[in-house]
């Protein structure tokens, strides 16, 4: 089955810029979707399709996605952004498609 | 506006059966592209995907939960059912539904339900 690889934290002082890795086997030819989870809260889309987002989402997170890493980027980063990052594609290269989640990535504003 | 909410028991003992309901409303899963999954998160660990049903009836299963999942739908009373057999306390987790829309393909979850907690214990 096809995998996600996050690294599990990563660290950011405020107003700098957040990068976070999503690695997989020719990743780039998948189209990649991020969610943002606060503590307690369900999950939220901030980037779909790779590099779009959807309406409310500041325009402070962009992704993109070539060869074998997707990355999501948030610029000017604010407390506020402390959370979890999970990305997520659809595996159709088995015999039993479906929905892959990353491990996630704890984003911790410094 | 689109809202799901996820029912069903909290508590399960060990080697019984897990019925939850996603009863949603804002949109209808005869719509064509429309899609609701299950995904699951144990307290501290990442997202899991479960399932996921499309409007058509098309089902995708986790392939390995497969064996113990059934997901259904209703259209006429806007719910999708969740099933899975022989629980077991590494089954402990919120449990979440989610829409997938009719532009998702592949699918991506843009709306979620606020989460159940299902505990498996004796």
């Known amino acids: 089955s096809y995998v996600l690889t996050q690294p599990p934290s990563v660290s950011v002082a405020p107003g700098q810029t957040a990068r976070i890795t999503c690695g997989g086997n020719?990743?780039?030819?998948?189209?990649v979707h991020w969610y943002q989870q606060k503590p307690g809260q369900a999950p939220v889309l901030v980037v779909y399709d790779d590099s779009d987002r959807p309406s409310g989402i500041p325009e402070r997170f962009s992704g993109s996605n070539s060869g074998n890493t997707a990355t999501l980027t948030i610029s000017r980063v604010e407390a506020g952004d402390e959370a979890d990052y999970y990305c997520q594609v659809w595996d159709s290269s088995s015999d039993h498609p479906g929905v892959v989640f990353g491990g996630g990535t704890k984003l911790t504003v410094l | 506006q689109i809202t799901l909410k996820e029912s069903g028991p909290t508590l399960v003992k060990p080697t019984q059966t897990l019925t939850l309901t996603c009863t949603f409303s804002g949109f209808s899963l005869s719509t064509s592209g429309v899609g609701v999954g299950w995904i699951r998160q144990p307290p501290g660990k990442a997202l899991e995907w479960l399932a996921l049903?499309?409007?058509?009836?098309?089902?995708r299963y986790s392939p390995s939960l497969k064996s113990r999942l059934t997901i259904t739908k209703d259209t006429s009373k806007n719910q999708v059912v969740l099933t899975m057999t022989n629980m077991d306390p590494v089954d402990t987790a919120t449990y979440y539904c989610?829409?997938?829309?009719?532009?998702?393909?592949?699918?991506?979850?843009?709306?979620w339900g606020q989460g159940t907690l299902v505990t498996v214990s004796s």
């Open positions: 020719n990743i780039g030819s998948k189209s």
């Open positions: 049903i499309y409007w058509n009836d098309d089902k």
């Open positions: 989610a829409h997938s829309g009719p532009a998702a393909v592949p699918p991506m979850f843009d709306y």
